[in-house]
Nanobody, 115 residues
Framework: QVQLVESGGALVQTGGSLRLSCVAS????????MDWYRQAPGKQRELVAS???????NLVDSVNGRFTISRDNAKNTVYLQMNNLKPDDTAVYYC?????????WGQGTQVTVSS
């Protein structure tokens, strides 16, 4: 059974930090890219950060310089370190794992940044 379990979401003040984690299990093939998406109320889900199996990262401009994505291939785990958080970062954050044949999603973790 495939499971992606995210954790680390919380309520924080502007300028605070959080570290999200996503542990994948049961995926039948080697995971290639691992991504973090977010969806704010009334908005479309957007890609925030991605990392290839080899460690090449890509972040959306709005979080570049504040967020860092990393992964541990041995643990099938991806992290999102979020610093200097802003109210606009408030959203449900979703983990996505890609293989050559499928995408798998987690259930999401809520991040709320108060002003």
């Amino acid at each position: 059974q495939v499971q992606l379990v995210e954790s680390g979401g919380a309520l924080v003040q502007t300028g605070g930090s959080l570290r999200l984690s996503c542990v994948a299990s049961g995926i039948p093939h080697e995971i290639q890219d691992m991504d973090w998406y977010r969806q704010a109320p009334g908005k479309q889900r957007e890609l925030v950060a991605s990392i290839t199996r080899g460690g090449v990262t890509n972040l959306v401009d709005s979080v570049n310089g504040r967020f860092t994505i990393s992964r541990d291939n041995a643990k099938n785990t991806v992290y999102l370190q979020m610093n200097n958080l802003k109210p606009d970062d408030t959203a449900v954050y979703y983990c996505n794992c890609e293989t050559f044949s499928a995408n798998y999603w987690g259930q999401g973790t809520q991040v709320t940044v108060s002003s």
